[in-house]
């Protein structure tokens, strides 16, 4: 094999390698499932084939919006660990000492957006986005959401 072709090979190998572990740690650290509580979603699903209807939420500030979708049938979900290491940075942080452990993400530049994670009785997902600083006085409120 000609020396050019060795490089290749060992630089392919190499960026293999590391997609096998970034693989690994996405599915064992942050995945979210484990094989029970799939295969339990799963049943749920079969016997469920309805969306939890969604009150009228955008514009909202996000405490409004919240107590709104919780009232139609909706539970904040959690999706990060309690010792996960994104908690521990603003401003995700400060929104989850407000209580929101639904918090899923937040940006603290620009419109600093969050997303918040719900699911009804029938397991779909409900993706609420915020924008506006949640200890400022105009605070956040819903931007848009998306059902899954």
């Not at 995945?31 to 029970?36: D, V």
């Amino acid at each position: 094999m000609p020396e050019k072709n060795k490089i290749i090979f060992i630089f392919a190998v190499i960026i293999a390698i590391i997609a096998i572990f970034i693989a690994g740690y996405l599915f064992f650290y942050k995945g979210k499932t484990n094989n029970s509580a799939v295969k339990e979603n799963n049943a749920v699903a079969k016997k469920c084939s309805k969306v939890t209807a969604m009150p009228e939420i955008k514009g909202l500030a996000y405490a409004d919006a919240r107590a709104k979708i919780i009232s139609a049938g909706w539970a904040p979900f959690q999706t990060l660990a309690n010792d996960s290491y994104d908690i521990g940075f603003e401003p995700l942080k400060s929104v989850w000492a407000l209580g929101y452990h639904e918090a899923d993400a937040c940006s603290g530049t620009g419109e600093a957006p969050c997303r918040f994670d719900f699911k009804d009785k029938c397991n779909n997902l409900l993706y609420v986005t915020t924008v506006g600083v949640f200890n400022s006085i105009d605070g956040a409120h819903v931007a848009g959401y998306v059902i899954k």
